[in-house]
């Protein structure tokens, strides 16, 4: 039942009611600070920790806060809540640029959470307030995935359950499905919360139902989740050479790092030939393991073919190959060891401010790093490698965090996922463990054994059910050598494709706009300045 309508005078504060006199100061600041502990909780949710749970209890606290405030009001404890989460998440981006680039891009994704939060005060006058605020939490995410610059999915909540029971929820509608689950579980859980112990209501049905049922769908997923290999089994190699440093400038040591995945390729080989580890079938190299182009540079051309020869293996190879018009390319090269480079994927979603830089002489005026950042030219086709009997799609690096580009490479005939990374940039931050969690993700979203190859960590290798199998340190030289499963079968969530997150984006935007209509509605017979209903479940 929706609460009778309450008016405030014209010129109180949007998250007060009644006159200038009536305003209480310390009520503001203990919303302030807790919604700023709602993006806490669900930054502390994310990977290394394994305290996942932590996340629903978030989306708890700001349900709590966002109840019965105004849209601007709404707007200013989401962006705050944003900045609880996104501050401390992205923290890894001004490792080495500094605080220019970590405090922009955290306050724009802060804001993204704080229209979202505002469209969620707009939109919960209606029954179903919990259902509708995920849906919006959903629609918010699916925006800052497109906008701006390509978009930052980074941070979107499903890539901080690998561990959580929601996950299995990634084989029917990916990644948006965890998060509108985990979001319904938290805004459910604030609503029964509120009607338990502050309205002292027994009508608690509805709520409860919000809480549990999304861990209960994740349960009856779990049969769902397959892991036996359709197609056979391949033993797959993930070589991590390491850097000279940390750093902008390992770029400058292109050398030392190409060197180093030959050196530790022809490790791997000695220790094949010794019996001390089974022969790879695939040995897969990281991105940017060859910054000095090898179909232009007769050198590096020889070092590769000499590691292929030795390993007797193909092997792909991270390479920056230079297109005829001057522009680089980020692009995976299969290496036979017989024929030299066969096949070619080119990276196509690149990160802005990194691999390009919009508006270039714009940004310049605040920061002379600008000119770090490169001109890549994208590349156009999802290509996947051939393998004997194995089909390697390809997500390089940032792409991994997209869910268009990965299902792309996925259904183009796929039986095998891989990885390719370089996050030396990013030092000893968390930053390689929050992109394994999207690895692990995308094994259960897709059903696709998923080897990830970083120069200097975390690389591994990851099962078709998320789970990890072997994994490597930080900046330390290693190879990774497993038997993984082929899988070829397409699962629900490759079946159903893009439609659930615009079914859930639709329906937010639905009931936003019949949200909007209830409280002009309401206004219209208050009269200017009324405080539009608060709608609860029934």
């Not at 092997?315 to 290496?335: F, K, Q």
């Not at 869910?403 to 990374?421: E, K, Y």
């Not at 992109?435 to 995308?442: E, I, S, W």
Request: charged share 20%; glycine share 10%; net charge neutral.
């Amino acid at each position: 039942m929706a609460a009778p309508a309450v008016t405030s005078e014209p010129g109180a504060p949007d998250d007060e009611q009644g006159p200038r006199s009536s305003r209480r100061p310390l009520p503001v600041l203990g919303r302030s600070l807790a919604a700023v502990c709602a993006g806490l909780l669900l930054f502390l949710a994310a990977p290394p920790r394994p305290t996942w749970w932590l996340a629903p209890l978030g989306f708890a606290v700001l349900g709590a806060v966002l109840r019965g405030r105004r849209v601007r009001a709404g707007f200013a404890y989401g962006f705050l809540a944003g900045a609880g989460y996104f501050a401390p998440l992205l923290s890894w981006t001004g490792e080495f640029a500094g605080a220019v680039a970590w405090l922009p891009l955290s306050g724009a994704e802060a804001a993204f959470v704080g229209l979202t939060c505002a469209a969620i005060v707009l939109a919960t006058t209606l029954p179903g307030a919990p259902v509708i605020a995920a849906l919006l939490w959903v629609g918010g995410e699916a925006l800052r995935t497109v906008f701006p610059f390509g978009g930052f999915p980074w941070g979107n909540v499903a890539f901080g359950q690998p561990e959580g029971v929601y996950l299995p929820l990634a084989v029917v509608g990916g990644a948006p499905l965890i998060g509108f689950a985990v979001a319904l579980t938290g805004f459910g859980l604030a609503e029964l919360a509120h009607r338990v112990i502050v309205e002292r209501s027994r009508r608690v049905l509805v709520p409860a139902l919000a809480t549990v049922l999304p861990i209960l769908a994740a349960l009856a997923a779990i049969p769902l989740v397959a892991t036996e290999a359709q197609d056979g089994e391949v033993t797959v190699a993930a070589v991590q050479g390491n850097v000279p440093r940390a750093g902008f400038d390992f770029n400058a040591q292109r050398r030392a790092v190409l060197d180093n995945h030959v050196r530790r390729t022809e490790q791997l080989a000695d220790d094949v030939r010794a019996g001390r580890v089974p022969k790879p079938d695939l040995v897969i190299w990281p991105e940017n393991s060859s910054d000095i182009d090898p179909i232009r540079n007769r050198d590096a051309y020889a070092v590769i073919d000499r590691a292929a020869k030795a390993i007797d293996a193909p092997i792909v190879v991270g390479g920056v190959l230079r297109r005829d018009d001057g522009r680089p390319t980020n692009t995976m090269i299969l290496w036979d060891p017989r024929r030299g480079p066969i096949d070619f994927y080119t990276k196509r979603q690149l990160q802005p401010f990194g691999e390009t830089m919009p508006y270039r002489s714009l940004f310049r005026i605040f920061s002379s790093d600008v000119d770090r950042a490169g001109n890549f030219a994208p590349g156009d086709e999802p290509t996947v490698f051939g393998v004997g009997g194995a089909r390697v799609a390809m997500a390089t690096c940032y792409e991994v965090a997209f869910d268009g580009v990965v299902r792309d490479s996925v259904l183009n005939g796929s039986n095998l996922l891989a990885v390719p990374t370089n996050n030396a940039t990013f030092g000893f931050t968390e930053m390689t463990y929050q992109q394994l969690a999207m690895d692990r993700v995308r094994a259960v979203e897709h059903g696709r054994s998923v080897v990830v190859a970083a120069t200097s960590g975390v690389s591994a290798i990851v099962r078709p059910d998320g789970s990890v199998t072997r994994r490597t340190g930080l900046f330390t030289p290693a190879a990774l050598v497993e038997r993984v499963p082929l899988r070829s079968a397409t699962t629900l969530s490759d079946e159903l494709g893009a439609w659930p997150q615009w079914i859930m984006v639709i329906g937010g935007l639905a009931a936003l706009v019949a949200g909007v209509a209830v409280r002009r509605k309401a206004q219209s017979q208050s009269g200017t300045g009324a405080r539009a209903p608060q709608g609860g479940d029934e």
